[in-house]
């Protein structure tokens, strides 16, 4: 009998019911619809910090060497990611980057399995598919008229290396133009016509979410 796969998906937004998490959610559809066995972490519950430099898992002949000593609620999503197929990362942008929560939660995931040999290689045991969602309150637009479509693309490109080094494969999908607030007139946001936001979320939105159900099927039978 074929063991199940199974793939895991990381929150990294505050929020576990809106673009993020449902984008997630569809991911976890699509593998789930192959068969696949599906868990969805949401960081912001947790207990944990970024690196601390202690570089137990670099010290050579160590307990830890190739794991990350640090003991808290991050060591068992850890042990599960080891053995997974697939891991399926989710972040909003703010301030041109993904949240504090999941930057800490890549620093610590990644860190003790980049190793400083020449050349660089991974000692994560194994090789999965990875993916990266990203939720953008922007359009393509407004990214065009502010010169800043580079600086961002370059941010989900230096995470998609690293991935691809540390996992083997890796993809993303982008999400912009999002339904921001559940009523645009309760906050102080004149920047954005409602109306228009509100189409891009009847519109645009579903389209994500049947890209990120597909990928998920992929993550799966890819």
Not at 26 to 32: D, I, N, P, T
Not at 147 to 156: A, C, Q, R, T
Request: charge should be neutral; proline fraction near 4%; include cysteine.
């Amino acid at each position: 009998m074929t063991e199940r796969k199974k793939v895991i998906a990381v929150n990294g937004s505050p929020r576990k019911k809106w673009n993020t998490a449902i984008l997630l959610e569809k991911v976890l559809e699509g593998a789930s619809s192959k068969g696949a066995e599906t868990e969805l972490v949401h960081l912001y519950d947790l207990e944990y910090k970024g690196c601390i430099s202690c570089f137990a898992c670099k010290t050579r002949g160590g307990e830890s060497y190739g794991k990350c000593a640090v003991r808290d609620d991050l060591q068992p999503i850890f042990q599960e990611i080891e053995k997974a197929d697939a891991l399926v990362l989710g972040s909003p942008i703010y301030f041109g980057a993904v949240t504090g929560q999941i930057r800490s939660f890549l620093e610590r995931l990644m860190f003790p399995y980049l190793t400083y040999t020449i050349p660089p290689q991974t000692l994560f045991p194994g090789r999965i598919r990875t993916a990266f969602l990203y939720t953008m309150n922007m359009s393509e637009k407004e990214l065009e008229s502010r010169g800043m479509s580079e600086f961002y693309y370059s941010h989900f490109d230096l995470n998609k290396d690293y991935l691809v080094r540390l996992f083997e494969h890796s993809t993303y999908q982008l999400s912009m133009d999002t339904f921001q607030f559940e009523d645009y007139s309760k906050v102080v946001a004149e920047r954005w016509d409602p109306a228009e936001k509100e189409r891009s979320r009847k519109e645009r939105f579903p389209v994500d979410c049947a890209k990120a159900l597909q990928l998920g099927a992929e993550l799966v039978t890819g």
